[in-house]
């Protein structure tokens, strides 16, 4: 593509803390505090996740309709960013300004109660409204939340959903049909979401620990990023996407990694760096053994040693946030005055088994990173990766 897209604006919420100058604080210092054993969510035991603890403002009024965990989370993000966003407005017009954002849980957490009433009593308690977990409640709300007119979606894809929401806004406004994009995603916290993982066998009991010999499961998270997206030129430009579906097995990626590497292979051509230009990789890294392993294999066959972690022991896996999360992590690490890089915390502990990463320790600097890129990989074997760069090079 000839036209550039720049992520202009960034707000954040998860479990590093509350906006995004909390969040790099933590990223940073490879701070872990936020990963807590948590109750309620498995029906015998505690889980270890990635909770918000602060208290997230209602929706009310007008909005109430979509009072959720989940647009609440949003709503946190949406306002670290808001003069940004009413700017936008402003310049290009409401009906020119579009919503696509990701999530996989949307507001399941709310209806829980009401579905466990369903199942004893045979009938939902007064109040139960599905509409709090339609996926499309998430862009539904952000435009009504800012008064817009134009295009509003949501990417439900699993671990992908708010990453790929840029490469839909990307297409949208090479197709004309907007001028600015709010776009990234948010999920939250639910019983649903921890059981489906737990029946998989797939949750580790105490923190998660990628990419290593140790490796037993991954740790659940929550969370919201958020970015405004144009043509206005700004400090981080998107650079190159790829996206790719392998299709191999429903819930097992492919174990020659091709679908994974395809789509790094396709950034990397669309971006016009060599992978020596790529200053860091924000693995996908959950932390179960077949997805490190096809990782690093896919990662070390394109990128050979290039400084790379897997950020999920300090905030969680979460989900169809992670996407944006993480790109936000890339969006940190591209504007931090001291160069620094997303530590991979582990025990350090190297599989034999897995090609020699380069895993980045707490307090290491990339300052004269040109680009970055991240991974994100889900269930269904649905694949992207996206490359961002400083802007000039």
Not at 272 to 297: C, M, Q, R, W
Request: hydrophobic share 40%.
């Amino acid at each position: 593509m000839t036209e550039r897209y720049y992520l202009n604006a960034l707000g954040m919420i998860n479990a590093l803390g509350v906006g995004k100058a909390a969040v790099g604080a933590g990223l940073f210092a490879g701070d872990t505090s936020g990963m807590q054993p948590q109750e309620g969510y498995l029906f015998d035991q505690k889980v270890m996740a990635g909770a918000v603890a602060q208290a997230l403002p209602e929706i009310t009024g007008d909005l109430a309709g979509y009072d959720s965990r989940n647009n609440r989370m949003l709503l946190v993000a949406m306002q670290e960013i808001e003069g940004d966003i009413r700017t936008a407005i402003d310049k290009y017009g409401p009906d020119r300004v579009a919503v696509i954002l990701g999530t996989s849980t949307s507001g399941i957490s709310d209806n829980e109660p009401g579905i466990a009433e369903k199942v004893k009593s045979g009938s939902f308690p007064e109040g139960f409204d599905y509409n709090r977990q339609d996926n499309a409640s998430l862009a539904l709300f952000a435009r009504s939340y800012f008064g817009l007119s134009g295009l509003a979606m949501t990417i439900s894809t699993a671990c992908t959903s708010s990453a790929k929401t840029l490469a839909s806004a990307r297409r949208m406004m090479a197709a004309g049909l907007c001028d600015a994009a709010i776009v990234g995603g948010a999920d939250t916290l639910c019983r649903l979401t921890m059981n489906g993982f737990a029946s998989l066998d797939l949750l580790s009991p105490e923190l998660c620990n990628p990419f290593s010999q140790n490796r037993n499961g991954i740790n659940i998270g929550e969370g919201a990023a958020v970015f405004l997206m144009s043509r206005e030129p700004s400090s981080v430009r998107i650079a190159g996407i790829g996206e790719t579906s392998d299709a191999y097995h429903m819930s097992t990626p492919d174990p020659e990694g091709l679908g994974a590497l395809n789509a790094m292979h396709q950034a990397l051509d669309q971006s016009g760096f060599t992978p020596e230009d790529i200053a860091y990789l924000n693995l996908h890294g959950t932390a179960t053994e077949l997805n490190d392993s096809v990782e690093a294999k896919a990662v070390y066959e394109l990128l050979g040693a290039v400084p790379c972690s897997s950020t999920k022991p300090l905030t969680g896996h979460t989900l169809g946030a992670a996407g944006s999360t993480e790109l936000g992590f890339l969006w940190l690490a591209l504007k931090s005055e001291a160069g620094m890089l997303p530590p991979h915390i582990w025990d350090e502990v190297v599989d034999p088994e897995l090609p020699p990463l380069k895993l980045v320790p707490t307090g290491m600097a990339g300052s004269d990173a040109r680009a970055m890129m991240t991974n994100s990989f889900a269930f269904g074997g649905n694949n992207i990766s996206v490359i961002l760069s400083k802007e000039g090079e």
